[in-house]
């Protein structure tokens, strides 16, 4: 393997683009803070900066929005481009740029510029992925960064709907209501012209999987903010934490950007201009995943003489099909795909037994919708007003966005770019020959939760349920079980004088809701001999799911058990097959809380036995060594490292993780690994912004040579935090590298 390359981040350099000296300073944390005259060069720096630290990922990033992954790693990324191709923005470019403000396309063209430079400054020396791969990066057009990446992430209820539809085809609408609910309670509006057999997870896989390499798992988020009265220092203190795919490297990016009229600090996506979670001046802002409802499957009917016509009313239309060629690692020439479209959208799937296709509409293919592109108007809000008016421009991803200012004001606003549904919910896919199921302009700020100073004087987040009740619009339907929120709500009401300690062991609390119900279920029933010791240490166990817990290993092996269980003995084999898929915790404990107390008791009885004999399979007999951590591990491991070199020089290791799904530490994956957990942490100090801290492990770069590539996994793993600096004094302290860019005359 060729030796890994370290970018020079000290000294001069005379560089093309700029129009004059712009300064990087580097701290001990590997953020850098950017100092420039205007605002051209300011975002040309930032481009030039970031892809320092995260080339490839970045090039990553495009090739997968772009769909030209399978060019670089063969036909399994084929199906990947292809939807890519499909979901791309094929609308008006002046209308696409003016949905993010004035100033975008001068931010957007200065950032890919700084981009190319580096790119050309180290086109003899790239970083070693691309040695490895034996490719080289493509130029950046400003058209990149408005690139759309279709997936969960983006588009949440995709997924849902799908296996909504999967449900109600197999068990009934009943049925599917009753173990795979709606948030508020709703019946789904069926349309009898759908016919929704053959619409399975397995059928839309590609839309239900995830478009980077390597594939996360479902995200999840918290957030919250405390105004002056509960707070020690009398101002506001701001807390959030993402919750992403823990990979190599990190998938956001912390930088400081100063120029006139902009001094944001904060963390955003390697591949876009800008800060998505930080502060400016005046303002502090975090967010959560929202899982607004903004797309829609519509069931076309294709003309049994003609694949290429379907039924608008009573007429046959024709698609728009678009030849396109992908080209693919191993193949002599690029495979030749059509492109489907109707006047729905993209044709993501297709019957091969009848005369039918699945047509997507989705917001992305509306304008301003490039993801996170919007907090470039919310970089620069200056108090609640402005705020608002910005996240206007904030249409994807739709986010719960907290808000804290220096005059100690405090809110929260759902934002994001929903549809306004007239006819029917959006729960299920509906009949596409028909006009009755179109959209109807779109829900502005106006009609979006949010509130403004609440008098329980604090505000928070988790994915949960935001809809107040009586909400007259179709917002969303499906959130994440509630336990994050309550545990959360339940701390902040109970401080008093909060510190920023406060808030960090909040943002690592690891309290499970769901297992204080399901051990009390347990201690109500009468115990069997075989599994007393089980049940005296659940009985005596705290319900926190730390890392070196016994208990908490044995819980949760026992509810993998208990779900199992469950399904095979108490339902039906076809009901149990896909509520295995679908049916979340809370329904579980609802179920389990009701039944009666004989059966109760052989279940939890039976699922807890097999659960110690497991941990003991594992483990071993002295439960005294068993360790929740010890099966819940996070590896950070380099997709290209293959060979036991490239292993020692790429990957950062594996480690212990506590917590679950349901707790404030929210750390998950299958089985019981961990992929996805609270990549980025923030808390922000409104009373002196330099006390503000964060957290982006395994660290800045993506330079595997870099001293930034696994520094903060030191911090990560005694939970502490590395200081987000603002003011310039303080930077300059703890300034370790400093770059000046100079404009280079021809």
């Given at each position: 393997?060729?030796p890994?390359?370290?970018?020079?981040?000290?000294g001069q350099?005379?560089?093309?683009?700029?129009?004059?000296?712009?300064?990087?300073?580097?701290?001990?944390?590997?953020?850098?803070?950017?100092?420039?005259g205007?605002?051209?060069?300011?975002?040309?720096?930032?481009?030039?900066?970031?892809?320092?630290?995260?080339?490839?990922?970045?090039?990553?990033?495009r090739?997968?929005?772009?769909?030209?992954?399978?060019?670089i790693?063969?036909?399994?990324?084929?199906?990947?481009?292809?939807?890519?191709?499909?979901?791309?923005?094929?609308?008006?470019?002046?209308?696409e740029?003016?949905?993010?403000?004035s100033?975008?396309?001068?931010?957007?063209?200065?950032?890919t510029?700084?981009?190319?430079?580096?790119?050309?400054?180290c086109?003899?020396?790239?970083?070693?992925?691309?040695?490895?791969?034996?490719?080289?990066?493509?130029?950046?057009?400003?058209?990149?960064?408005?690139?759309?990446?279709?997936?969960?992430?983006?588009?949440?209820?995709?997924?849902?709907?799908?296996?909504?539809?999967?449900?109600?085809?197999?068990?009934?609408?009943?049925?599917?209501?009753?173990?795979?609910?709606?948030?508020?309670?709703?019946?789904?509006?069926?349309?009898?012209?759908?016919?929704?057999?053959?619409?399975?997870?397995?059928?839309?896989?590609?839309?239900?999987?995830?478009?980077?390499?390597?594939?996360?798992?479902?995200?999840?988020?918290?957030?919250?903010?405390?105004?002056?009265?509960?707070?020690?220092?009398g101002?506001?203190?701001?807390?959030?934490?993402?919750?992403r795919?823990m990979i190599?490297?990190?998938?956001?990016?912390?930088?400081?950007?100063?120029a006139?009229?902009?001094?944001?600090?904060?963390?955003?996506?390697?591949?876009?201009?800008?800060?998505?979670?930080?502060?400016?001046?005046?303002?502090?802002?975090?967010?959560?995943?929202?899982?607004?409802?903004?797309?829609?499957?519509?069931?076309?009917?294709v003309?049994?003489?003609?694949s290429g016509?379907y039924?608008?009313?009573?007429?046959?239309?024709?698609?728009?099909?678009?030849?396109?060629?992908?080209?693919v690692k191993?193949?002599?020439?690029?495979?030749?795909?059509?492109?489907?479209?109707?006047?729905?959208?993209?044709?993501?799937?297709?019957?091969?037994?009848?005369?039918?296709?699945?047509?997507?509409?989705?917001?992305?293919?509306e304008?301003?919708?490039?993801?996170y592109?919007?907090?470039?108007?919310?970089?620069?809000?200056?108090?609640w007003?402005?705020?608002?008016?910005?996240?206007?421009?904030?249409?994807m991803?739709?986010?719960?966005?907290?808000?804290?200012?220096?005059?100690?004001?405090?809110?929260?606003?759902?934002?994001?770019?929903?549809?306004s549904?007239?006819?029917?919910?959006?729960?299920?896919?509906v009949?596409?020959?028909?006009?009755?199921?179109?959209?109807?302009?779109?829900?502005?700020i106006?009609?979006?939760?949010?509130?403004y100073?609440?008098?329980?004087?604090?505000?928070?987040t988790?994915?949960?349920?935001i809809?107040?009740?009586?909400?007259p619009?179709?917002?969303?339907?499906?959130w994440?079980?509630?336990?994050?929120?309550?545990?959360?709500?339940?701390?902040?009401?109970?401080?008093?004088?909060?510190?920023?300690?406060?808030?960090?062991?909040?943002?690592?609390d690891e309290?499970s809701?769901?297992?204080?119900?399901?051990?009390?279920?347990l201690m109500?029933?009468?115990?069997?001999?075989?599994?007393?010791?089980?049940?005296?240490m659940?009985?005596?166990?705290?319900?926190?799911?730390?890392?070196?817990?016994?208990?908490?290993?044995?819980?949760k092996?026992?509810?993998?058990?208990?779900?199992s269980?469950?399904?095979q003995?108490?339902?039906?084999?076809?009901?149990?097959?896909?509520?295995?898929?679908?049916?979340?915790?809370?329904?579980?404990?609802?179920?389990?809380?009701?039944?009666p107390?004989?059966?109760?008791?052989?279940?939890?009885?039976?699922?807890?036995?097999r659960?110690?004999?497991?941990?003991?399979?594992?483990?071993?007999?002295?439960?005294?060594?068993?360790?929740?951590?010890?099966?819940?591990?996070?590896h950070?491991?380099?997709?290209?490292?293959?060979?036991?070199?490239q292993k020692?020089?790429?990957?950062?290791?594996?480690?212990?993780?506590?917590?679950?799904?349901?707790?404030?530490?929210?750390?998950?994956?299958?089985?019981?690994?961990?992929?996805t957990?609270?990549?980025?942490?923030?808390?922000i100090d409104?009373?002196?912004?330099?006390?503000?801290?964060?957290?982006?492990?395994?660290?800045?770069?993506?330079?595997?040579?870099?001293?930034?590539?696994?520094?903060?996994?030191?911090?990560?793993?005694?939970?502490d935090?590395?200081?987000?600096?603002?003011?310039?004094?303080?930077?300059?302290?703890?300034?370790?590298q400093?770059l000046?860019?100079?404009?280079?005359?021809?």
């Open positions: 393997m060729a890994s390359r370290k970018p020079s981040f000290d350099l005379k560089i093309h683009g700029i129009e004059a000296s712009v300064e990087i300073l580097r701290d001990s944390w590997g953020v850098p803070h950017i100092y420039a205007c605002v051209s060069d300011l975002f040309f720096a930032q481009g030039f900066a970031t892809a320092q630290d995260r080339l490839y990922q970045m090039e990553m990033w090739r997968s929005a772009r769909g030209e992954l399978a060019e790693f063969g036909v399994e990324y084929l199906e990947r481009d292809q939807l890519s191709r499909l979901t791309r923005y094929r609308g008006d470019l002046n209308l740029w003016n949905s993010y403000g100033d975008a396309r001068l931010i957007v063209e200065s950032f510029r700084g981009i190319n430079a580096y790119i050309e400054l086109r003899d020396d790239l970083p070693v992925e691309f040695q490895m791969l034996d490719f080289r990066p493509r130029p950046w057009r400003p058209e990149d960064c408005l690139l759309r990446q279709f997936s969960p992430r983006i588009t949440y209820n995709t997924t849902y709907e799908i296996a909504r539809a999967e449900m109600v085809a197999t068990i009934g609408l009943e049925a599917a209501l009753k173990y795979f609910p709606t948030q508020p309670e709703r019946i789904p509006f069926l349309d009898p012209e759908a016919d929704l057999s053959e619409i399975t997870t397995q059928a839309l896989s590609g839309l239900t999987s995830l478009p980077v390499h390597p594939q996360p798992w479902p995200d999840g988020s918290n957030c919250w903010v405390i105004d002056g009265t509960l707070s020690a220092t101002k506001p203190l701001l807390a959030s934490d993402p919750h795919t190599l490297p990190s998938l956001r990016y912390v930088c400081h950007l100063v006139p009229g902009w001094n944001v600090i904060g963390a955003g996506e390697p591949h876009l201009p800008g800060v998505a979670l930080g502060h400016n001046e005046q303002i502090a802002f975090g967010f959560t995943v929202a899982p607004f409802d903004q797309a829609d499957l519509y069931v076309e009917t003309a049994p003489h003609d016509q039924l608008h009313g009573q007429i046959w239309r024709k698609m728009t099909v678009e030849q396109d060629w992908i080209h191993g193949m002599p020439q690029p495979v030749e795909v059509a492109l489907k479209f109707t006047r729905h959208g993209p044709i993501v799937w297709e019957s091969q037994t009848r005369n039918r296709a699945i047509a997507l509409r989705w917001t992305g293919a304008p301003g919708t490039a993801a592109l919007g907090c470039l108007k919310m970089d620069q809000a200056w108090d007003e402005s705020f608002r008016s910005a996240l206007g421009h904030w249409r991803p739709a986010e719960n966005i907290v808000y804290a200012d220096v005059n100690n004001n405090i809110g929260c606003i759902a934002a994001g770019m929903v549809p549904r007239k006819n029917w919910d959006g729960l299920l896919p009949s596409g020959h028909s006009d009755r199921y179109e959209w109807n302009g779109f829900l502005s106006d009609d979006l939760p949010q509130e100073n609440p008098s329980r004087h604090f505000a928070a988790a994915n949960n349920n809809v107040p009740p009586d909400y619009h179709h917002l969303a339907y499906d994440k079980p509630p336990y994050r929120f309550q545990r959360i709500s339940q701390v902040l009401a109970q401080l008093r004088q909060a510190t920023i300690e406060d808030f960090k062991r909040l943002q690592h309290y809701i769901p297992a204080r119900h399901l051990v009390d279920l109500s029933v009468p115990a069997q001999p075989v599994i007393e010791k089980a049940r005296q659940l009985g005596g166990w705290d319900c926190v799911l730390k890392a070196n817990s016994d208990a908490a290993l044995l819980f092996i026992w509810t993998t058990y208990l779900r269980i469950f399904l003995t108490h339902m039906e084999k076809t009901q149990g097959a896909i509520l295995g898929k679908h049916m979340d915790l809370p329904v579980l404990i609802g179920i389990l809380s009701s039944m107390r004989e059966p109760l008791s052989v279940l939890l009885c039976t699922t807890l036995e659960a110690m004999a497991e941990a003991t399979a594992r483990l071993g007999k002295e439960t005294e060594c068993w360790r929740w951590g010890s099966l819940h591990q996070v950070f491991e380099h997709p290209l490292a293959k060979t036991a070199e020692k020089a790429l990957n950062v290791g594996t480690f212990e993780c506590g917590g679950d799904d349901d707790t404030v530490n929210s750390t998950r994956g299958p089985g019981y690994v961990c992929q957990g609270p990549s980025y942490r923030q808390i409104l009373s002196d912004w330099d006390k503000s801290l964060f957290l982006n492990i395994p660290g800045q770069s993506g330079v595997p040579s870099s001293p930034h590539y696994r520094d903060h996994i030191s911090l990560w793993q005694r939970e935090y590395a200081p987000m600096l603002y003011t310039r004094a303080a930077i300059e302290q703890n300034t370790v400093r000046i860019l100079v404009p280079a005359r021809s």
